[in-house]
C-alpha cells in the first residue's frame, strides 16, 4: 500500500507560481511513476505531467514551458513548479503513484486557484 499527501495549493494571481508537493509513506521502495493530474467541476481529470523512477519526465502540451516535475527519492516526496500560472490552471490537482507491479494510487487533491 502506498499512501499519497498533496500540499501546497492555493489562491495565486495570474503570472504566478505555486510549488505543490506530495508526499508518500507505505510501500514507497515499489513506487515506479509519479504523475499529476488536475480536474475541474464537470470534467474529467486529465494529466499534466509526470516522472519515471530514473527521473525521465513528460508534460502535457498546456503546461510545457510553464511546470516543471521533480522527485526527491530520498525524502519520497515529489514536486510540481508551476510558473507563469493561468486562470485556466484552476483545478484539484491530484498525486499518482504507480507501483511496479501496475497498481495505481491517488492522492486526496489540492486546490489551486489562479485569479485573472
Known amino acids: 500500500q502506498v499512501q499519497l499527501v498533496e500540499s501546497g495549493g492555493g489562491l495565486v494571481q495570474a503570472g504566478g507560481s505555486l510549488r505543490l508537493s506530495c508526499a508518500a509513506s507505505?510501500?514507497?521502495?515499489?513506487?515506479?511513476?509519479m504523475s499529476w493530474y488536475r480536474q475541474t467541476p464537470g470534467k474529467q481529470r486529465t494529466w499534466v505531467a509526470h516522472?519515471?523512477?530514473?527521473?525521465?519526465?513528460n508534460y502535457a502540451d498546456s503546461v510545457k514551458g510553464r511546470f516543471s516535475i521533480s522527485r526527491d527519492n530520498a525524502k519520497n516526496v515529489m514536486y510540481l513548479q508551476m510558473n507563469s500560472l493561468k486562470p485556466e490552471d484552476t483545478a484539484v490537482y491530484y498525486c499518482?503513484?504507480?507501483?511496479?507491479?501496475?497498481?495505481?494510487?491517488w492522492g486526496q487533491g489540492t486546490q489551486v486557484t489562479v485569479s485573472s
Open positions: 516522472i519515471g523512477s530514473g527521473g525521465s519526465t
Open positions: 507505505g510501500s514507497t521502495f515499489n513506487i515506479n511513476i
Open positions: 499518482y503513484a504507480v507501483t511496479f507491479s501496475t497498481v495505481g494510487y
